[in-house]
T-cell receptor, first 112, second 114 residues
Framework: DGGITQSPKYLFRKEGQNVTLSCEQN?????MYWYRQDPGQGLRLIYY???????QKGDIAEGYSVSREKKESFPLTVTSAQKNPTAFYLC???????????FGPGTRLLVL | AQSVTQLGSHVSVSEGALVLLRCNYS??????LFWYVQYPNQGLQLLLK??????LVKGINGFEAEFKKSETSFHLTKPSAHMSDAAEYFC????????????FGQGTRLTINP
């Protein structure tokens, strides 16, 4: 089945620690996105990538980093510089010439 | 630039009643409009979308939405609510051409009363 997978489902971060969230898609989509969701604030764009080895900052990129070494993979690292990382993180992808984004199941990040 | 306003962060209806979730958008170019649904602790699922053509769009689970350019609205409706419709709903907009990003509304949580 084609789709987007995110792992882990839950992730716990200790203070000062970097953690990486995985996002993989087998839809052959060129564009991939990371969003952060907080209660009552909708979805906010962290980073997005239109092609391999290229990515752009979204609206709230501070404290996060990404890489796009393969078309199917777009991992997000939450660095120690992100002081309020507790949130639900959603990965999405989009094919060329279409505007619809398809979402993964999400990763919930909690701080110990 | 695009923006989306969803009127009402919480909407509560009785089972069998009409569901109406409001979405107004702002866009300097012809927009593409989307409604997504999110069940607890899950990702977003596309309900329906408007790109071009017919302004009344039908989606999954009996939902539909009408694009009204003069009112800059894209309200979501369902004639008869079901308990399984309880979820959070997001309206989103993108520029019709070449847009790389979606802009989301704040979301509306729909509660269904038995």
């Amino acid at each position: 089945d084609g789709g987007i997978t995110q792992s882990p489902k839950y992730l716990f971060r200790k203070e000062g620690q970097n953690v990486t969230l995985s996002c993989e898609q087998n839809l052959n989509h060129d564009a991939m996105y990371w969003y952060r969701q907080d209660p009552g604030q909708g979805l906010r764009l962290i980073y997005y990538s239109q092609i391999v080895n290229d990515f752009q900052k979204g609206d709230i990129a501070e404290g996060y980093s990404v890489s796009r070494e393969k078309k199917e993979s777009f991992p997000l690292t939450v660095t120690s510089a992100q002081k309020n990382p507790t949130a639900f993180y959603l990965c999405a992808s989009r094919g060329s010439w279409v505007e619809t984004q398809y979402f993964g199941p999400g990763t919930r990040l909690l701080v110990l | 630039a695009q923006s989306v306003t969803q009127l009402g962060s919480h909407v509560s209806v009785s089972e069998g009643a009409l569901v109406l979730l409001r979405c107004n958008y702002s866009s300097s170019v012809p927009p593409y409009l989307f409604w997504y649904v999110q069940y607890p602790n899950q990702g977003l699922q596309l309900l329906l979308k408007y790109t071009t053509g017919a302004t009344l769009v039908k989606g999954i689970n009996g939902f539909e939405a009408e694009f009204k350019k003069s009112e800059t609205s894209f309200h979501l409706t369902k004639p008869s609510a079901h308990m399984s419709d309880a979820a959070e709903y997001f309206c989103a907009v993108s520029a019709a051409r070449g847009a790389q990003k979606l802009v989301f509304g704040q979301g509306t949580r729909l509660t269904i009363n038995p």
